[in-house]
């Protein structure tokens, strides 16, 4: 994974409690953001972005309102399988304000992936990671012969087979 | 009085022949232990504390009993205080069964105003028993009404929670009427019903009552439930169609009892979270039952011996109770199971059953559904409640997933799955974060009984597509492995009810042939579809291609061994990647399956022929053409060379002669074969080197060649040239051998 250029970009919600900052640190090359757009001051300095993971916690309405809002600023490229949606909190489900159909809303009307993680536990943390980290493989264009697109309509629901 | 000598000798078990149901007696006083049990052992200074709570409890229950007006609780402060004394010991220790009497008594006669006897129901924490006589005389209190409402659901509330606490339950059954009667009650009914479920037996079935609920409109889940019970019991009487799938029919009721159960048997039993051995009473060797969590309660049978009607002679076994009935605990040997297998009486609380070799026994031979019914129900609940991804606390983890393998075990046994675990596992597996109980998870997803295509496609094919593409290697291999597993649960079902003409198995849909070969073919293309997704992402690796041919080598075999007229090649994907893959295992691997495709196919167009009727399955044209294309390929792989000429296949391995010759490769006619194959070529080095002074490999040679290929444990070769490749051509073939050198 050394010679891995590209970069992740995890858009999460201030209030998500710090075990974020350890799901960033197990992935190394990987920024943080708040919410989009990012400021154009950094723009030249910036590498270019492979992956972008929005985080939703499932216990509050805000971070959903937050990642809609930021999903206007996202490039239409990018929703042909550089995209995915991270949800946290599914433990709590007796607390939660998000309810899951809005979840899958948002993957049928972005076609992204969904993926689900605790990020209480740190073997649910790593498992994460990981699969993030095969995620931004194919779609840095390490693995010859898959496309971020054919993995894009891999995750849909409606592959055929 | 009695409550008073209980307090200063150490708890007895309570008078009767039955044994008590767990050990709860050693949680009363701090200071006894068992020495059977590895309970903790109080320290002497808790004692002294322990005394002085005794004792203030008892001046509590004394004051409360002697009540005779109505007191107000803000103006009193010694009502306060005894309110205050009661939960505090309740939530602490849990009351002692002299205890209910009393404060039920007070709860439910209206005497006080509802916060007074809220507070005192929600502190009515059992910690051993509940003594059926304070449960009579608070029904006859429901039934005069002089409680609010909301105390009368509280009530029921309480009842359904620690109905299990409750040691003696024949006087209970007998007032199976006035609970029925109850059932008109709006807001009670959901309640009633759960109550009644837990209470039927079949004789309540007869009962007249009943036919009355036909009529009440608004099918309602916790009606469907009471009426699909009836329905078990006595289906002649019961005639509307109630839907087959199991759903959760009564809503967890929300209470403070069962958290304080569990934290007072976790603080009595220490820390240890694994199960430990359990021995029910102390007098007689009992039969182990594991309880396989000590924070979950499963309460262990109970022996309800006395005045029981008689079974009228039917040869089946009535669950509740019977004549004579012989109580689960003393089951130790299978010749026992058998003597009394018609006196059986089933605990009343299913879950103990799981780990009982004995019972499950019994659950295979006689095939009562009522009881699969309550086992489901009882899963269905605790999957629901205890799944630790779906909980507010996963520090249970381990329990849950002993919990998970005990499920699987009794399925093993049992030999088909249960259908409040399929609920459970399509109900989290799309929020599953790949991770948590894993392996537990994936042997569970083996059993998943034959459902319909859109049902499985949306709950299970598509979260388990979604994890399997962006998780690891291994985490591949283990769902191709528990996909395998599926499939032969699925075709060893078929063969076993083959001949059985009247199925009355539980099973959703596909009874079928043709349905069951659809969702079966569906299977195997979602697998032949992520095997060469997976293949692609993985850049060929051998270890994932062992676990993709190992399910082939499962669905080649489908017509002749488990007599299912269905024959599917591997995708292409699967096929060229192990034809030309680096190691010997895969290629001898595809060559066995390949074998066993040929056979199966010749063994189909026999039985084709020679029949005179027409067969409601035949392998279509194309079927066997795919198999040719394979075949050329492989054969031009393998011995003549030919491959990159010949194969016809769409996605195979012909290429032009101009790109050939651009490769510059030297002899491109005969350089590719069995001898030069990058899977064999080591064994080609190996042969030579033993016969040393032989350049090549041609003539005699090459069969010489060949029985040293199969003394080196290449047998699925072996089958594959013996059957596939016809000798005659052997002549001239070693001419071109010759030719080199």
Same mark, same amino acid.
């Given at each position: ?161 | ?19 008590? @149901? ?392 049992? @030999? ?295 003394? @080196? ?29």
């Amino acid at each position: 994974m050394a010679n891995c250029n590209g970069y992740v970009l995890l858009v999460k919600w201030i209030p998500l409690p710090s075990y974020l900052a350890k799901l960033g640190n197990v992935l190394s090359f990987s920024r943080i953001a708040t919410s989009l757009p990012l400021p154009s001051e950094g723009d030249h300095l910036r590498p270019r972005i492979d992956l972008i993971v929005f985080m939703i916690d499932i216990k509050s309405k805000y971070s959903l309102r937050n990642v809609e809002a930021s999903l206007a600023y996202v490039d239409a490229s990018f929703f042909l399988g550089k995209v995915c949606f991270l949800v946290t909190g599914v433990g709590r489900l007796n607390c939660c304000s998000v309810e899951m159909s809005a979840i899958w809303k948002l993957r049928e009307v972005y076609s992204s992936p969904v993926l689900f993680c605790e990020l209480e536990l740190e073997g649910i943390r790593v498992a994460t990671a990981q699969r993030l980290l095969r995620m931004l493989e194919i779609c840095a264009g390490l693995i010859p012969g898959v496309s971020a697109l054919y993995f894009g309509s891999l995750m849909s629901s409606s592959a055929n087979y | 009085m009695q409550r008073r000598q209980s307090s200063k000798t150490p708890k007895q078990p309570l008078q009767g022949h039955h044994k008590n @149901q767990t050990d709860l007696s050693a949680w009363c006083k701090g200071g006894r232990t068992d020495p059977e049990k590895s309970v903790e052992n109080h320290q002497t200074p808790n004692s002294q504390k322990n005394d002085r709570q005794q004792d203030s409890l008892e001046q509590a229950l004394c004051y409360f009993e002697k009540l005779q007006d109505r007191v107000s609780l803000k103006k009193n402060s010694v009502l306060q205080q005894h309110l205050a004394t009661v939960e505090s010991i309740a939530l602490q220790r849990g009351l002692p069964p002299e205890g209910f009497d009393v404060l039920l008594n007070v709860a439910l006669s209206g005497k006080f105003a509802d916060t007074v006897n809220t507070c005192l129901l929600k502190s009515l924490v059992p910690a051993s028993v509940i003594p059926e006589s304070s449960i009579i005389s608070s029904v006859s209190w429901l039934c005069v009404g002089k409680c609010s409402g909301n105390i009368q659901l509280l009530f029921l509330k309480w009842l359904i929670t620690v109905f299990d606490f409750i040691d003696h339950k024949e006087q209970i059954h007998a007032l199976y009427g006035f609970f029925f009667s109850f059932l008109q009650d709006e807001k009670m009914c959901p309640y009633v019903c759960h109550l009644l479920y837990l209470l039927t037996r079949k004789e309540n079935g007869e009962s007249i009552q009943w036919c009355e609920m036909e009529y009440y409109f608004g099918m309602q889940s916790h009606l469907q439930a009471l009426l699909s019970l009836y329905k078990l019991f006595c289906p002649e009487l019961v005639t509307i169609t109630l839907p087959g799938k199991m759903k959760t029919y009564f809503k967890n009721s929300e209470g403070p009892w069962k958290a304080a159960i569990n934290a007072i048997r976790r603080r009595s039993q220490g820390n240890s979270p694994l199960s430990q051995p359990l021995f029910l009473g102390t007098a007689q060797p009992q039969s182990r039952k594991r309880k396989w969590n000590t924070q979950l309660f499963i309460p262990a049978s109970s022996t309800n011996r006395n005045n029981l009607e008689q079974d009228s002679g039917k040869n089946h076994v009535d669950l509740y109770s019977a004549n004579k009935s012989f109580p689960v605990e003393q089951l130790q040997t299978f010749p026992q199971l058998l003597e009394n297998i018609h006196h059986l009486e089933f605990p009343s609380q299913m879950g103990s059953v799981l780990t009982n070799p004995l019972l499950l026994h019994y659950m295979n031979c006689i095939k009562d559904e009522s009881v699969y019914l309550r086992l489901n129900y009882w899963m269905g609940q605790t999957l629901q409640e205890e799944c630790t991804w779906c909980v507010a606390d996963n520090q249970y983890e381990d329990e849950f997933k002993d919990f998970l393998e005990t499920v699987y075990k009794t399925e093993c046994f049992l @030999q088909e799955g249960f259908s409040s675990c399929e609920e459970f596992l399509y109900k989290s597996l799309p929020l599953w974060d790949g991770f948590c109980c894993r392996s537990q998870i994936l042997r569970l997803v083996s059993w998943i009984p034959l459902g319909n295509f859109s049902e499985m496609k949306s709950h299970l094919y598509d979260p388990l597509a979604q994890l399997f593409f962006t998780s690891s290697l291994y985490f591949k291999c283990s769902v191709l492995e528990s996909l395998k597993e599926l499939l032969q649960n699925w075709l060893n079902w078929h063969v076993i009810h083959l001949d059985s003409a009247s199925d009355s198995q539980v099973c959703s849909l596909n009874t079928t042939l043709s349905g069951l070969v659809n969702v079966v073919a569906e299977l195997i293309q979602f697998v032949g579809w992520i095997s060469t997704v997976a293949l692609r992402l993985e850049n060929n690796p051998t270890f994932l291609l062992y676990f993709i041919l190992d399910f082939y080598e499962t669905v080649c075999d489908m017509y002749l061994r488990y007599s299912l007229p269905l024959l599917i090649m591997p995708p292409a994907g699967v096929f060229y990647p192990a034809l030309l893959s680096m190691d010997s295992v895969s290629l001898n691997q595809l060559c066995y399956i390949m074998y066993r495709y040929r056979t199966n196919l010749v063994a189909a167009k026999e039985n084709e022929q020679s029949k005179k009727k027409i067969l409601q399955f035949k392998f279509s044209s194309q079927t066997y053409q795919e198999y040719n294309q394979y075949i050329i390929a492989m054969v031009g792989c393998l011995w003549t060379s030919t491959a990159f000429q010949k194969d016809i296949h769409p996605q195979g391995l012909r290429m032009d002669e101009e790109l050939l010759k651009k490769t510059a490769m030297q002899e491109l006619k005969t350089s590719f074969n069995i001898v030069y194959h990058p899977a064999m070529m080591g064994y080609a080095v190996l042969f030579l080197q033993q016969v040393m002074g032989w350049a090549n490999i041609w003539g005699k040679k090459w069969n010489w060649y060949l029985e040293y290929l199969y003394t @080196q444990g290449l047998k699925g070769l072996k089958l594959f040239i013996e059957s596939s490749i016809n000798r005659v051509s052997q002549a001239s073939r070693s001419k071109a051998g010759n030719t080199q050198a």
